[in-house]
């Protein structure tokens, strides 16, 4: 059975504190690995797509990695306006739609 | 680019009315869209894929015949809940896939927030 495993479930963080958030997955045939960020009362906002073993991607203070098993969402000295509920998600069959984790709610305090 | 419109952004009816939600893909054609359900504190629950011009395919427990969904044109995708009840409240999101990004990479509506009086 197809599983996504985020943890850890909840991160708070001070300012300038770097972290990583960990997506772990079973899938048969992984056609991606999608990072978003979701802000409360919001649809999720895109930030990475992974597709190979090795592949790494990086935004201003993110940066996301991908092994054959897992993949870390790195933050990199994070700004209060970091915070924010960060989802891992994996695309599956033939229209490629997405399972997700159960998500990381990260909170920066200044 | 890749944006995704959603509308209305909230909608409060009455037990037994239906509700229709839009979605739109505003600077990309998008063969295929998808509608999920959030729950307070939950993630993500996909209810169906909607590909142009066909039938939409709709996950396992989600019912058909209550949840409408009408994929129009490459631009416009519907979701119509029939004869709403309060267990229908929720948060709904739309997807859709912009295939000139390389593929999968789906780009999320603002989500629709529905209350069932």
């Known amino acids: 059975e197809d599983q996504v495993t985020q943890s850890p479930e909840a991160l708070r963080l001070q300012e300038g504190e770097s972290s990583s958030l960990n997506c772990s997955y079973t899938v048969s045939g992984l056609r991606g690995l999608f990072w978003y960020r979701q802000d409360p009362g919001k649809g999720p906002e895109f930030l990475f797509t992974l597709y190979s073993a090795g592949e790494e991607k990086e935004k201003e203070r993110l940066k996301a990695t991908l092994t054959k098993k897992e993949s870390f969402l790195h933050i990199t000295a994070p700004k209060p306006e970091d915070s924010a509920t960060y989802l891992c998600a994996v695309a599956l069959g033939g229209w490629g739609k997405l399972q997700f984790g159960a998500g990381t709610q990260v909170v920066v305090t200044p | 680019g890749a944006v995704v419109s959603q509308h209305p952004s909230w909608v409060i009816c009455k037990s037994g009315t239906s509700v229709k939600i839009e979605c739109r893909s505003l600077?990309?054609?998008?063969?295929?869209m998808f509608w999920y359900r959030q729950f307070p504190k939950k993630s993500l629950m996909l209810m169906a894929t909607s590909n142009e011009g066909s039938k939409a395919t709709y996950e396992q427990g989600v019912e058909k015949d209550k949840f409408l969904i009408n994929h129009a044109s490459l631009t416009l995708s519907t979701l119509t809940v029939t004869s709403a009840h309060p267990e229908d409240s929720s948060f709904y999101i739309c997807?859709?896939?912009?295939?000139?990004?390389?593929?999968?990479?789906?780009?999320f509506g603002p989500g629709t927030r529905l209350t069932v009086l």
């Open positions: 997807s859709a896939r912009d295939p000139g990004q390389g593929g999968d990479t789906q780009y």
């Open positions: 600077d990309f054609q998008a063969t295929t």
